[in-house]
């Protein structure tokens, strides 16, 4: 099968939507089917992957609570549609539509079968609102829509009416259970990780950074790993002197260095404020066996599925105390380890990837049998 | 002053016309979609009552589970075979209650490579299969109908050879997934 996959945010730069269209895009082709990508990149001459079109360059634009980098202009529609007559997709799959940037485009140039998939999940969008009759038209084009998560389902029901299938989030779950911990981590004295955005205080290294004042006191030698994009400069600097060392800001890390993170880490710790549709990191700590102490959204409790503990969110007294019994208890650390690792296998990117792929089949038994009636007419 | 109320009229009338224009292919391609998405879920019915019809007639002949249940379960699935349109929702929901009963009366699957096994897991498929058909095929109808009942969409509807938007397709094919090896899920 061909399949044409669209992500609408900057390939060069980490996030969750690029991480699934990569993850599946590999996936596809690994299950024997030709893939191809279109993804703006930051930077114009960024070495791309073999299956990725640039689709030019983008502008950062404030989009739900958060600076997304988005492709939207003239020279990015013309190359959708290039990319779209080259391609000959049997299935057109876009990811977050509604983003201004290429899936849009990508749509609005559409001919054949296309599935879309929806990511975020805020409760009331004003602007989705305000401009749904405008992309009403588009929306007809789509045959299947899928959403990641609960929240992100509610979303799309609650906006846009009618029905939304819910195929999950994947995660390479080898690969983050084979990887080798980072050099000297955990290390004797035990170690609690971060991984996220650090300037994005919706992320919570504010609360963690606070919670960790009184465990660094009660566990001589625990030492805090924090890997995520931002200012590591600003944050060091802010760092309160007795414990600061204590600290390690990795800054931002690659993908096999992520794997690595998860295993270098005795707990791993998910202190967002809100904001959250999924918590597709706390799968990835799950697959590669970390305990996982998160903040009680709804999003986190349906990922963990009963294998991590839940603390209220922006509670940094909570959040302390709860690191503090898995530290102390390393049975409780094993068990909550097992557990995650039975909840990820569903979410294996093999099994999420054959659930896509029926959607795929159905669209796609669509067009042939609609060709089969046209010639026949 | 003429040259400005025709100049004012050729514009309205322009732009009057590419709405229609635009209009008329939205009406086309969701009319397209209605009716490949019917294909889709035709073509799933079928390999549904297909399969149903063999792994029946599998417990009919080696007794296993309940042949009652078993024969029934055939019946509705020729039932289903043979229907007309109009009798097609109603058979096939028939089929759905039938197949949930004889599995249950065949207890748990198996995973092994045994032919019953590779029936069922033949019947769980193609039941996956048919709910998302369904879901897919009443999305394009109600994308259509919504159009429809637009004021312009409407006078074209009534003024051009459009044929009916068709109707939506309902029957409980939720149960079924309990003997699924899928898990796509989510409906309404």
């Given at each position: 099968m061909r399949v044409g996959l669209v992500c609408p945010y900057t390939w060069d730069v980490p996030g969750g939507v690029q991480a699934h269209v990569r993850e599946l895009a590999l996936t596809l082709q690994t299950l024997g089917h030709e893939v191809s990508v279109l993804a703006p990149a930051a930077d114009p001459d960024a070495e791309l992957p073999p299956y990725v079109v640039n689709a030019g360059r983008t502008v950062p634009i404030r989009y739900n609570g958060s600076v997304a980098r988005l492709a939207f202009g003239p020279r990015s529609a013309k190359r959708a549609r290039r990319w779209l007559a080259d391609g000959e997709f049997d299935v057109l799959h876009l990811h977050e539509p509604f983003a201004p940037s290429v899936s849009l485009l990508a749509l609005w140039a559409a001919r054949g079968p296309v599935v879309a998939t929806f990511h975020a999940s805020v409760v009331r969008s004003r602007a989705l609102e305000t401009l749904e009759p405008a992309l009403r038209p588009a929306l007809e084009k789509v045959h299947a829509r899928i959403a990641v998560s609960p929240a992100a389902r509610t979303y799309v029901v609650t906006h846009l009416g009618g029905s939304c299938l819910l195929v999950p989030n994947g995660v390479d779950v080898a690969r983050f259970a084979s990887a080798e911990p980072l050099p000297g981590w955990p290390g004797p004295d035990g170690a609690v990780g971060f991984l996220g955005r650090i300037?994005?205080?919706?992320?919570?290294?504010?609360?963690?950074?606070?919670?960790?004042?009184?465990?660094?006191?009660?566990?001589?030698?625990?030492?805090?790993?924090?890997?995520?994009?931002?200012?590591?400069?600003?944050?060091?600097?802010?760092?309160?002197?007795?414990?600061?060392?204590?600290?390690?800001?990795?800054?931002?890390?690659?993908?096999?260095?992520?794997?690595?993170?998860?295993?270098?880490?005795?707990?791993?710790?998910?202190?967002n404020t809100g904001g959250e549709s999924f918590g597709i990191v706390l799968l990835e700590a799950m697959a590669a066996g970390a305990p996982v102490v998160a903040s009680d959204l709804d999003a986190f409790r349906v990922t963990l599925d009963g294998a991590g503990e839940l603390v209220p969110a922006d509670d940094?007294?909570?959040?302390?105390?709860?690191?503090?019994?898995?530290?102390n208890d390393p049975a409780r650390r094993a068990g909550l380890s097992t557990a995650g690792r039975d909840v990820v296998r569903r979410y294996d990117w093999p099994v999420v990837t054959r659930q896509i792929l029926e959607v795929y089949e159905t669209v796609a038994g669509e067009k042939v049998s609609a060709d089969r009636s046209g010639a026949g007419r | 002053m003429p040259l400005t109320l025709a100049i004012t009229l050729v514009t309205v009338t322009l732009i009057l016309g590419v709405y229609l224009v635009w209009t008329e292919g939205r009406l086309e391609r969701l009319a397209t979609r209605v009716q490949g998405s019917w294909s889709a879920l035709d073509a799933q019915l079928v390999r549904r009552s297909a399969a149903a019809g063999e792994l029946a007639a599998y417990c009919r002949r080696h007794a296993c589970g309940d042949v009652d249940l078993a024969?029934?379960?055939?019946?509705?699935?020729?039932?289903?075979?043979?229907?007309?349109?109009?009798?097609?929702?109603?058979?096939?929901?028939?089929?759905?209650?039938?197949?949930?009963?004889?599995?249950?009366?065949?207890?748990?699957?198996?995973?092994?490579?045994?032919k019953p096994d590779r029936l069922r897991a033949e019947l769980a498929t193609s039941a996956t299969r048919v709910g998302l058909a369904r879901q897919i095929y009443n999305d394009a109808v109600r994308d259509l109908r919504g159009l429809r009942r637009r004021r312009i969409a409407g006078l074209l509807v009534r003024r051009g050879r459009h044929v009916s938007p068709g109707d939506f397709f309902e029957i409980d094919d939720t149960a079924l997934s309990l003997a699924a090896t899928s898990a796509v899920g989510g409906q309404d």
């Amino acid at each position: 099968m061909r399949v044409g996959l669209v992500c609408p945010y900057t390939w060069d730069v980490p996030g969750g939507v690029q991480a699934h269209v990569r993850e599946l895009a590999l996936t596809l082709q690994t299950l024997g089917h030709e893939v191809s990508v279109l993804a703006p990149a930051a930077d114009p001459d960024a070495e791309l992957p073999p299956y990725v079109v640039n689709a030019g360059r983008t502008v950062p634009i404030r989009y739900n609570g958060s600076v997304a980098r988005l492709a939207f202009g003239p020279r990015s529609a013309k190359r959708a549609r290039r990319w779209l007559a080259d391609g000959e997709f049997d299935v057109l799959h876009l990811h977050e539509p509604f983003a201004p940037s290429v899936s849009l485009l990508a749509l609005w140039a559409a001919r054949g079968p296309v599935v879309a998939t929806f990511h975020a999940s805020v409760v009331r969008s004003r602007a989705l609102e305000t401009l749904e009759p405008a992309l009403r038209p588009a929306l007809e084009k789509v045959h299947a829509r899928i959403a990641v998560s609960p929240a992100a389902r509610t979303y799309v029901v609650t906006h846009l009416g009618g029905s939304c299938l819910l195929v999950p989030n994947g995660v390479d779950v080898a690969r983050f259970a084979s990887a080798e911990p980072l050099p000297g981590w955990p290390g004797p004295d035990g170690a609690v990780g971060f991984l996220g955005r650090i300037d994005e205080p919706r992320k919570g290294l504010p609360v963690l950074l606070e919670a960790f004042g009184p465990l660094a006191a009660a566990h001589p030698g625990l030492r805090l790993l924090v890997a995520g994009p931002g200012d590591v400069e600003e944050v060091r600097e802010d760092l309160p002197g007795p414990w600061a060392h204590r600290v390690e800001l990795l800054g931002l890390v690659s993908e096999q260095d992520k794997a690595r993170f998860f295993r270098s880490v005795d707990a791993y710790c998910a202190p967002n404020t809100g904001g959250e549709s999924f918590g597709i990191v706390l799968l990835e700590a799950m697959a590669a066996g970390a305990p996982v102490v998160a903040s009680d959204l709804d999003a986190f409790r349906v990922t963990l599925d009963g294998a991590g503990e839940l603390v209220p969110a922006d509670d940094p007294d909570a959040l302390a105390g709860a690191l503090d019994s898995l530290l102390n208890d390393p049975a409780r650390r094993a068990g909550l380890s097992t557990a995650g690792r039975d909840v990820v296998r569903r979410y294996d990117w093999p099994v999420v990837t054959r659930q896509i792929l029926e959607v795929y089949e159905t669209v796609a038994g669509e067009k042939v049998s609609a060709d089969r009636s046209g010639a026949g007419r | 002053m003429p040259l400005t109320l025709a100049i004012t009229l050729v514009t309205v009338t322009l732009i009057l016309g590419v709405y229609l224009v635009w209009t008329e292919g939205r009406l086309e391609r969701l009319a397209t979609r209605v009716q490949g998405s019917w294909s889709a879920l035709d073509a799933q019915l079928v390999r549904r009552s297909a399969a149903a019809g063999e792994l029946a007639a599998y417990c009919r002949r080696h007794a296993c589970g309940d042949v009652d249940l078993a024969e029934a379960m055939e019946d509705a699935a020729v039932d289903a075979q043979s229907a007309g349109q109009s009798e097609r929702e109603y058979a096939e929901n028939e089929l759905s209650k039938a197949i949930r009963a004889a599995l249950v009366a065949l207890g748990p699957a198996g995973v092994g490579e045994s032919k019953p096994d590779r029936l069922r897991a033949e019947l769980a498929t193609s039941a996956t299969r048919v709910g998302l058909a369904r879901q897919i095929y009443n999305d394009a109808v109600r994308d259509l109908r919504g159009l429809r009942r637009r004021r312009i969409a409407g006078l074209l509807v009534r003024r051009g050879r459009h044929v009916s938007p068709g109707d939506f397709f309902e029957i409980d094919d939720t149960a079924l997934s309990l003997a699924a090896t899928s898990a796509v899920g989510g409906q309404d």
